[in-house]
């Protein structure tokens, strides 16, 4: 990688990397375009079959094994896992979490970075993403981080609702939790849910500092399989109750809620058909 003279974040990002030749290039260019860049990224070939692995040592050639690190599993284990590989070798403070089929406002670093190290109490935060056209090109909106708005989120506000996506997530490399291992579906999730279980510390920032370029359910890949979605949301809701965070009624409760919301992704989905 060139010599640059851009800050540096106490950030390592981690891209799980599973059959994403297609995509995975926009992704770290994303990061590259960063006004402050994240120390290191480390990339995590879940056991692909496309090449993948053959472009991840591409692309590290070109920006140099200092910045980018390539970590090759011989097992598919998920998302999930892959990050956890990535999290158990990262050498920063600050962890921040990236699809290979999404990318960053060259803002995103510089902004959540900025709050998190001006409050080092927050374990967690998160920001609104946009859904963006892949043929377009992507926005340079300059914002003023000056008038920056962030909300709370609650354990009962998260219940409800999961208010956080991975490629908006940057956490402390600390915290007592880990994506839970063999779990495909709603484990990214589980761990914010077990985090505010535990802390009011979480917190999401008003801007769109991500895109994703499909539909955020009933479109390719994982998202597609709505009803096992489904299944991994009311999993996380039986193990925040086996965790006795919360009682069988609210389980119970809250089944039903997540039900009635998987019937409109349905509509949804049916409708964009």
């Known amino acids: 990688m060139k010599k640059i003279n851009r800050s540096i974040a106490d950030v390592s990002t981690i891209i799980p990397c599973?059959?994403?030749?297609?995509?995975i290039r926009r992704a770290i260019e994303s990061i590259a375009a960063q006004t402050v860049l994240p120390a290191e990224v480390i990339l995590v070939n879940d056991c692909s079959s496309d090449g993948?692995?053959?472009?991840?040592?591409?692309?590290?050639?070109?920006?140099?094994?200092?910045?980018?690190?390539?970590?090759?599993?011989?097992?598919?284990?998920?998302p999930g896992e892959a990050r956890n590989a990535g999290w158990s070798v990262a050498r920063q403070?600050?962890?921040?979490?990236?699809?290979?089929?999404?990318?960053?406002?060259?803002?995103?670093?510089?902004?959540?970075y900025g709050w998190m190290s001006k409050n080092p109490d927050i374990l967690l935060t998160g920001h609104s993403c946009a859904q963006?056209?892949?043929?377009?090109?992507?926005?340079?909106?300059?914002?003023?981080?000056?008038?920056?708005?962030?909300?709370?989120i609650t354990k009962v506000k998260l219940l409800l609702k999961n208010y956080f996506s991975t490629r908006s997530v940057m956490l402390r490399r600390d915290v007592p939790y880990r994506f839970v291992s063999g779990k495909f579906h709603?484990?990214?999730?589980?761990?914010?849910?077990?985090?505010?279980?535990?802390?009011?510390?979480l917190i999401t920032i008003d801007l769109p500092l991500a895109y994703l370029?499909?539909?955020?359910?009933?479109?390719?890949?994982?998202?597609?399989?709505l009803w096992k979605m489904q299944r991994g949301e009311i999993d996380v809701y039986r193990r925040i109750?086996?965790?006795?965070?919360i009682n069988f009624a609210t389980y119970m409760a809250l089944t039903f809620w997540s039900l009635i919301r998987f019937c409109r992704r349905l509509m949804i989905t049916a409708l964009r058909k």
Do not use: M
Not at 99 to 110: L, R, V
Not at 241 to 245: A, S
């Open 18 to 23: 599973y059959n994403c030749v297609d995509t």
């Open 52 to 78: 993948t692995l053959e472009l991840l040592k591409k692309i590290q050639s070109k920006y140099s094994d200092e910045w980018i690190q390539v970590i090759d599993l011989h097992k598919n284990s998920g």
């Open 93 to 112: 403070n600050y962890i921040a979490f990236l699809d290979a089929d999404d990318a960053w406002h060259p803002q995103k670093i510089e902004i959540q």
């Open 132 to 152: 963006w056209d892949t043929g377009k090109s992507l926005p340079n909106t300059n914002y003023n981080i000056d008038s920056i708005k962030c909300l709370r």
């Open 186 to 201: 709603a484990e990214d999730y589980l761990l914010w849910l077990q985090l505010a279980c535990k802390s009011n510390s």
């Open 213 to 225: 370029f499909k539909a955020p359910y009933g479109e390719g890949g994982l998202s597609a399989q």
């Open 241 to 245: 109750r086996d965790e006795g965070e």
